[in-house]
Nanobody, 127 residues
């Protein structure tokens, strides 16, 4: 079992920045792909970014490339999402998730491959 706790959400003006954190309670942090998903009002939950455990390869959805950066601190069992140049359309609840990375055929963008989820943190970007 893996417990995930997000923090760092808040209200920011368009063009501003936020950094989200996700602390994971596991002894095998490097065995998990860590992802960030978001859900805006009236929309489906969508993947934002993800990072591999073994080699730290990262993946980004097109809408956030060049603005968001995912990273992980193996010593602290924590993954971060640095969000710059925020836009109103970035508004939503952001969820941290973990997917076991030792299974073949895993896809970073598939939420069904993520077994563990945090409680979410609200990000609101005003125009």
């Amino acid at each position: 079992q893996v417990q995930l706790v997000e923090s760092g959400g808040g209200l920011v003006q368009a063009g501003g920045s936020l950094r989200l954190s996700c602390a994971a309670s596991t002894r095998t942090f490097s065995n998990y792909i860590m992802g960030w998903f978001r859900q805006a009002p009236g929309q489906e939950r969508e993947v934002v970014v993800a990072i591999r455990g073994s080699d730290s390869t990262s993946y980004y959805t097109d809408s956030v490339k060049g603005r968001f950066t995912i990273s992980r601190d193996y010593a602290k069992n924590t993954v971060y999402l640095q969000m710059n140049n925020l836009k109103p359309e970035d508004t939503g609840v952001y969820y941290c998730a973990a997917a076991y990375d030792l299974q073949s055929g895993i896809r970073w963008s598939n939420p069904r491959h993520y077994a563990y989820w945090g409680q979410g943190t609200q990000v609101t970007v005003s125009s």
